[in-house]
């Protein structure tokens, strides 16, 4: 059994460091010349009472968590004496501490030795020197953003677990979350990046090589997802077919020779899918390996929508780079081992329409290859054309994971269209549905009560974020605000106006509605009464949202929060607060948004029919996904899935497996097992548990992570049933 220490480092558990500080109080008992004093067995049972209580968490508990019990220990015993002197000198060790609050947690992650750190993010290498250089800033912003920029009751509500404000190791600075990049206005108008003037592109391939220097700039002047489209791409593929069919012509006449225009066309067409293949490659390859200022592969989510461009030559061409982008990604990416594994980046999102869901339709084909994709490397995920232009009228990407766009109320394109490119997220405060059931004991007039109270701290909290982007400077971030990305502002010139008028969202995020529901009503919410009141939830934090638009001008939205460490954190939280109750606060972990419970039975159509209206009243944001089991050589059960998704829901994905052993080269599922009470991977074939030496992909929160995760999420990945 393992603790955490405060400076994030984790040790194996010692009872006798429980027994000499309940020993430290009786001594200063003694010395008062006090008669509850005791003895050394006494101590002992205390101390064993502890040592059990940490054992049923089946996980690294934080020494803070072990100082409650001991406090409640001794309080349960009668020991009240005890008990203050022990709350005393746990006051004055703590006050103490809080003269530096960052020096520990450098020092320690420095050192490599930070257990929270490394599994803070699946996606970033804690070991690494500019990894350590982004955590160390981090430090320092949570630090600054706790004592000075924050009121008190957020920073309060946040460390207790009632909400969450995510993202504090950025909010020292004027950044934002995620956006859509205007990857468009940035080829055909020209961009500037590192006071270098690019000027628009004159093949495919320089286009390609262009964005990925802009994903890079982008994703180092922002902490949150961005998305392109290929169709912003797709233009390019004509601008070199041209130059390849004059290239052909000229080596026909230098060797004497006449060539038929189908011959010049042939030849040309050949040259230009392999344009498309290197073009591609430049895109994937270097995302892959692309380091940001963050320490981490940029963010990226790539868009392929058929309808985006008009039909004719254009969409063939747009068919073409989506082909060989889902060639290249059913393919992989090289480990340092030279074994073919699922690289986490580029995330792509395949939309679903009337010209590639039918069977024998002209673009069927790029589906049954989307299909084999997924069941080999977990991408695309897939949005629906037909429910979302029910939703919300139109049919565009998401700004990284999951965090959607409202459309524009003013049709701010030349055309009177709605724009989307160009747009972003403010930031995100979550609210924890789950704390709020507890607290209220399960009674539903205290539950109201607390959710008015609790949502108008999320708009206190998500306020401070919108005041600390009001006056930024375009000069903080060139890429976006100057040069096309987002906006093309002069120097000097604040982002404001983009703050207002729906421009951009700020989100109110929630978790754990499945865990809320049970406490509140005593079943799941996929249960008929549990519906009902979950529906509530949803409809009241959509209202909340829509008052605080029409009061304030700013563009709140519903957020189902893709947690990755903040679920173990509020499990954490909630357990210490509330204790084990079960199907609330059991696991450790809590459910993301709107989702039915990992470990419940339930069938892939029917999760995605159940949950398609709960996201329906998530307009800010939401993925539902299906658990599947190896699906590779069953690919109409995956396109079965699919052609449900198309009718049914919006936005949704299915969850492989696809995992590599270094030692033994097996390939496939990497189980979880437990040791000493801490969750680890094994391989099924050869029993390898070193980290270091494995490639594991899970999706963790709408991403793939391939870091590995905490202790929290890895508990949820193991529990998950299969849905297929």
Same mark, same amino acid.
């Given at each position: ?93 703590? %006050? ?89 206005? %940035? ?263 607390? %959710? ?110 893709? %947690? ?161």
């Amino acid at each position: 059994m393992k603790i955490i220490k405060r400076d994030g480092r984790e040790v194996p558990f010692d009872r006798n460091k429980i027994w000499s500080a309940i020993a430290k109080a009786d001594a200063d008992i003694r010395e008062e010349g006090g008669k509850d004093v005791l003895a050394s067995a006494d101590i002992t049972v205390l101390s064993l009472s502890v040592e059990e209580r940490c054992q049923k968490l089946n996980r690294a508990v934080h020494v803070e968590e072990i100082q409650d019990m001991v406090i409640e220990e001794l309080a349960a015993a009668g020991h009240m004496n005890h008990m203050r002197h022990y709350s005393e000198y746990r006051l004055r060790h703590e %006050m103490e501490r809080k003269s530096n609050t960052t020096d520990g947690r450098i020092l320690s992650l420095i050192e490599r030795n930070n257990e929270e750190a490394k599994q803070e993010n699946a996606n970033k290498n804690p070991v690494i020197n500019s990894t350590q250089r982004d955590y160390i800033a981090g430090e320092v912003s949570k630090d600054i953003t706790r004592r000075i920029l924050l009121p008190e009751d957020v920073v309060r509500a946040h460390d207790e677990g009632i909400i969450h404000f995510h993202d504090a190791d950025y909010f020292l600075q004027h950044s934002h979350n995620c956006d859509l990049v205007n990857l468009e206005d %940035m080829l055909q108008n020209g961009t500037c990046i590192s006071g270098t003037m690019i000027e628009k592109p004159h093949s495919f391939s320089t286009a390609c090589n262009i964005a990925t220097q802009i994903i890079a700039q982008v994703a180092s002047n922002q902490y949150g997802g961005q998305t392109i489209s290929l169709a912003h791409l797709a233009p390019f593929v004509d601008v070199s077919r041209q130059k390849l069919k004059a290239a052909v012509r000229e080596e026909f006449a230098a060797i004497g020779k006449t060539a038929t225009d189908e011959e010049v066309n042939r030849i040309a067409e050949m040259r230009v899918k392999k344009e498309v293949e290197r073009g591609v490659q430049t895109i994937q390859y270097q995302v892959v390996t692309l380091l940001t200022t963050n320490g981490q592969a940029p963010f990226i989510t790539v868009f392929m929508y058929l309808d985006e461009v008009p039909e004719g030559r254009l969409r063939d061409d747009l068919a073409l780079i989506i082909e060989e982008t889902l060639k290249q990604r059913w393919e992989g990416v090289k480990n340092e081992t030279g074994a073919w594994i699922s690289p986490a980046f580029p995330k792509l999102i395949y939309v679903l329409d009337e010209d590639n869901i039918i069977e024998g339709g002209k673009y069927w084909y790029l589906t049954e290859l989307a299909a084999k994709c997924t069941a080999r490397r977990m991408v695309p995920d897939y949005i629906s054309a037909k429910v979302m232009k029910e939703l919300k009228g139109d049919v565009y990407t998401c700004m990284g994971c999951r965090s959607f766009l409202t459309p524009d109320t003013k049709g701010l394109n030349p055309d009177g269209s709605h724009k989307y490119y160009g747009r972003f997220n403010q930031g995100v405060v979550t609210i924890n549905l789950v704390d709020a059931a507890c607290s209220s004991d399960g009674d539903e007039d205290r539950f109201w009560e607390l %959710m008015e109270e609790r949502t108008e701290l999320c708009r206190k909290a998500l306020m401070c974020r919108h005041e600390r982007l009001k006056g930024t400077p375009s000069d903080v971030a060139p890429i976006l605000w100057q040069h096309g990305a987002l906006a093309r502002l002069d120097k000097g010139e604040v982002i404001d106006p983009l703050l207002y008028d729906n421009y951009s969202t700020i989100s109110l995020g929630y978790a754990g509605l499945c865990e809320c529901t049970w406490r509140m009503k005593g079943v799941s919410h996929t249960d008929p009464a549990g519906k009902e009141f979950a529906l509530r939830v949803m409809k009241f934090l959509n209202d909340k949202c829509a008052a605080w638009r029409a009061e304030t001008n700013i563009s709140f939205s519903l957020y189902g929060t893709p %947690m990755e460490s903040t679920t173990y954190k509020f499990a954490q939280c909630l357990q210490r607060r509330f204790g084990i109750i079960p199907h609330v606060t059991d696991k450790n972990y809590i459910t993301n948004s709107y989702h039915v419970h990992v470990t419940e039975p339930i069938d892939a159509f029917s999760k995605l029919a159940f949950e398609a209206e709960f996201q329906a009243l998530s307009p800010g944001g939401a993925i539902s996904y299906v658990e599947v089991p190896n699906m590779q050589n069953n690919i109409p059960a995956v396109l079965s899935v699919m052609r449900f998704i198309y009718d049914n829901i919006m936005y949704a994905e299915l969850n492989t497996k696809s995992d590599y052993c270094q030692v033994c080269g097996y390939d496939g599922e990497i189980k979880i097992v437990e040791d000493d009470g801490k969750l680890v991977w094994e391989c099924p074939n050869c029993g390898n548990r070193d980290q270091r030496r494995m490639n594991v992909a899970r999706r963790t929160c709408g991403y793939i992570g391939t870091n590995f995760f905490n202790q929290g999420r890895t508990a949820e990945i193991a529990e998950r049933v299969l849905h297929l």
